[in-house]
T-cell receptor, first 111, second 113 residues
Framework: KQEVTQIPAALSVPEGENLVLNCSFT??????LQWFRQDPGKGLTSLLL?????REQTSGRLNASLDKSSGRSTLYIAASQPGDSATYLC??????????FGKGTTLSVSS | DAGITQSPRHKVTETGTPVTLRCHQT?????MYWYRQDPGHGLRLIHY???????DKGEVSDGYSVSRSKTEDFLLTLESATSSQTSVYFC????????????FGEGSWLTVV
């Protein structure tokens, strides 16, 4: 059974820092991996989608990498801002099932 | 924003009563999903649909049923609500299942007292 783990569960950084969020999964037979952002009391917003054949995807200050063989993905946020404060979730997509989510990393960026 | 509307957005109901949550999409996406989100458990799949009248169970389907009579609507029913079903319920949609981005609704907060 696929399990997705995100470490750390919470992270606090000062504004301007570069940071890395980690996601690991136990079964490497995935179609893709997706990173989401969730603001308090809101739904999930898709940030980046990495197909299994890709190594990384970039969008603005965000860069997500995927190492399928080792079951790891990272989300790199450059020059963090208070507006980046949110919970970040990763999810993997496998055959025969819907997305399987990690429990998220709650990020707080202080000004 | 993907055209997903969930209703009601907030509901308080009594134990033992039936409750139906509605998800409506305007994107004509084939796949629709119901998830629940709880502290300590994250997001867990309840049921999903891969077409009109085609549904399948997810990880936490006990106590829930679904129906999809039209492409645009996916209903989640709690036949007899229990306090353990107090949660935030999210509907999601995707064009396909394998390589497509999934889009989420804003959530429905359900409290069973």
């Amino acid at each position: 059974k696929q399990e997705v783990t995100q470490i750390p569960a919470a992270l606090s950084v000062p504004e301007g820092e570069n940071l890395v969020l980690n996601c690991s999964f136990t079964d490497s037979a995935i179609y893709n991996l997706q990173w989401f952002r969730q603001d308090p009391g809101k739904g999930l917003t898709s940030l980046l989608l990495i197909q299994s054949s890709q190594r990384e995807q970039t969008s603005g200050r965000l860069n997500a990498s995927l190492d399928k063989s080792s079951g790891r993905s990272t989300l790199y946020i450059a020059a963090s801002q208070p507006g980046d404060s949110a919970t970040y979730l990763c999810a993997v997509n496998q055959a025969g099932t819907a997305l399987i989510f990690g429990k998220g990393t709650t990020l707080s960026v202080s000004s | 924003d993907a055209g997903i509307t969930q209703s009601p957005r907030h509901k308080v109901t009594e134990t033992g009563t039936p409750v139906t949550l509605r998800c409506h999409q305007t994107e004509n996406h084939r796949y629709m999903y119901w998830y629940r989100q709880d502290p300590g458990h994250g997001l867990r799949l309840i049921h999903y649909s891969y077409g009109v009248k085609d549904t399948d169970k997810g990880e936490v389907s006990d106590g829930y049923s679904v129906s999809r009579s039209k492409t645009e609507d996916f209903l989640l029913t709690l036949e007899s609500a229990t306090s353990s079903q107090t949660s935030v319920y999210f509907c999601a949609i995707s064009y396909g299942q394998d390589g497509n981005t999934i889009y989420f609704g804003e959530g429905s907060w359900l409290t069973v007292v």
